[in-house]
């Protein structure tokens, strides 16, 4: 039996001038006393959403791994998708920054 690889360009498609709208969400992060809206894809990875939200709050890109995202009182794994969590339209996020380690003191 042969198959055959059809290439489906409709909305939510790779390859069509609006890719990934119908996969678009916008979720509240909350860092201090602000709130703020962030766009991410379902697909995305929480680093993708974590360096978004560093940005939207007006934090420094370069220190994201000072970083993490909680939904409620769990700590969001960067290394999955946004879609592994119950992350729909609307859920409030928070950025908090990560526990300190003792690092090594360079003199």
Same mark, same amino acid.
């Given at each position: ?16 001038p ?15 006393? @602000?709130?703020?809206?962030?766009k991410i894809?379902v697909?995305? +990875?929480?680093?993708? =959403? &974590?360096?978004?939200a560093?940005? #939207? ?19 969001? @794994? ?9 992350? +729909?339209?609307?859920? =409030? &996020?928070?950025?908090?920054?990560? #526990? ?8």
């Open positions: 039996m042969k198959t055959e690889n059809v290439k489906n360009d409709g909305p939510g498609h790779q390859g069509g609006g890719q990934g709208q119908d996969n678009l969400i916008t979720v509240q992060v909350r860092y201090q006393s @602000d709130t703020v809206p962030v894809n697909n995305a +990875s929480i680093s993708a =959403l &974590l360096a978004k560093i940005e #939207a709050t007006g934090n420094d890109p370069s220190q994201n791994d000072r970083f993490q995202l909680k939904l409620g009182s769990t700590v969001l @794994d960067p290394h999955k998708k946004v879609n592994d969590y119950p992350i +729909s339209e609307g859920t =409030l &996020l928070t950025l908090c920054l990560t #526990a300190g380690g003792g690092g090594a003191l360079k003199v």
